[in-house]
């Protein structure tokens, strides 16, 4: 739909609609969306089949690429290998309408017309969440008040006995994995909707089986998981996991370095430009630094770190000793007598804590080429 009446300034105004209507019942489920992707219609779909209680057993479509990629020699369908495992897995028949079948082609578009001349006309939307709203008030009018003009009577009553027929939905349509195909290149990494994720290196070279869930990917090699990435918006990242290099490490060893910075790097601006400052300050014993960091990264978890990053920042610190003093005294045990006092307690004097240590550090990182030894509780 072009020029829709979205009234919120910045807005697209070009929305697409997936629709569908089942055929006993005449139950409709209309959806918009600011896109035509595959994993759109794939998802809008299990929406669908999650409104209407189940799964039919035969699901007809048009002949849209995100189903069917086009006829073989006999004229059947070849479908679309994410919808067809989609199909086997939900349990539903696929069927696509016949080229120049009138009857066929004719009931996909007399319903895409319907919504077009009854829902649309006369309206104004705010922004999508307005948009989604007002079309499922619409929709619970045309499903549950409003008489089939086909049956004359209600979608909803007929609903009933249709959903006797049904499939369950399976237990995966919460969060849905759609089925991907992807090769290792040369530097163990797989490509998806343009960005790279990692892989452990003996794969390179080999065919994977990618499954694509909302938040998460995850790879297979003969149905065994080999890596599990969290998914990234935009285009052209890398996303990397350094356990999967680590026996390209055994023969590259500046390989090591190189991946753990970035993928430290990666963490937030922050945690870039920190270790850009260590690099260039420490450049001496940069290999040092950064296995340390990366080893205190993996140990702390990403949350403490960073926040122990932007700590040391603040105080113009740079270098891994400084973070272990920060990490070493946030997640010492505190005395119990001090805890009942109230948490303000604890926490202003874990934060002096840390300042003691701080100062400590900075006097040995600065006295080290005098040859003064590092104070005595911070040794080993």
């Not at 202003?348 to 005595?376: F, I, K, W």
Request: hydrophobic share 40%; glycine share 6%; charged share 25%.
């Amino acid at each position: 739909m072009r020029d829709l009446p979205l009234t919120q300034p910045g807005e697209a105004q070009t929305r697409y609609f997936f629709a569908a209507r089942l055929k006993y019942s005449r139950f409709m489920f209309v959806q918009f969306h600011a896109d035509l992707r595959e994993e759109t219609f794939l998802r809008a779909l299990i929406d669908c089949f999650t409104a209407i209680g189940g799964v039919p057993w035969v699901v007809v479509t048009d002949n849209l690429k995100t189903a069917v990629l086009g006829r073989d020699v006999a004229n059947q369908p070849v479908w679309n290998p994410a919808y067809q495992k989609l199909a086997a897995e939900f349990r539903f028949l696929p069927q696509a309408c016949t080229p120049a079948a009138g009857n066929q082609k004719g009931s996909v578009e007399n319903l895409v017309k319907f919504v077009k001349g009854h829902f649309l006309p006369g309206r104004t939307f705010h922004d999508d969440q307005d948009l989604a709203e007002q079309c499922q008030e619409w929709l619970t009018q045309v499903n549950t008040e409003r008489p089939s003009d086909a049956t004359g009577e209600l979608p909803t009553s007929r609903l009933l006995e249709e959903q006797r027929a049904f499939t369950p939905l399976p237990k995966a349509a919460q969060d849905y994995g759609f089925f991907d195909c992807v090769v290792v290149n040369r530097e163990s990494l797989v490509m998806l909707e343009s960005n790279r994720y990692s892989v452990p290196t003996h794969l390179v070279g080999r065919a994977l089986t990618a499954r694509l869930h909302r938040r998460h990917i995850e790879l297979f090699a003969d149905g065994e998981l080999m890596a599990r990435h969290a998914r990234v918006p935009g285009h052209n990242q890398r996303v990397i996991n350094p356990a999967h290099f680590e026996e390209a490490f055994k023969s590259k060893p500046r390989g090591r370095l190189m991946v753990y910075r970035d993928w430290l790097c990666s963490f937030s601006p922050a945690a870039n430009q920190y270790l850009r400052a260590v690099c260039q300050r420490r450049y001496s014993d940069m290999t040092s630094q950064i296995t340390l960091l990366y080893e205190m990264a993996q140990q702390y978890g990403r949350a403490d770190f960073l926040t122990a990053l932007e700590l040391a920042a603040e105080q113009q610190m740079y270098g891994a000793e400084y973070l272990r003093a920060i990490l070493t005294q946030s997640h010492a045990p505190q005395p119990v007598a001090a805890a009942e006092r109230g948490s303000r307690v604890v926490t202003r004097s874990a934060h002096l804590g840390v300042e003691r240590d701080l100062v400590e550090y900075e006097a040995y990182v600065a006295n080290r080429t005098s040859g003064l030894s590092a104070p005595e509780e911070v040794r080993g």
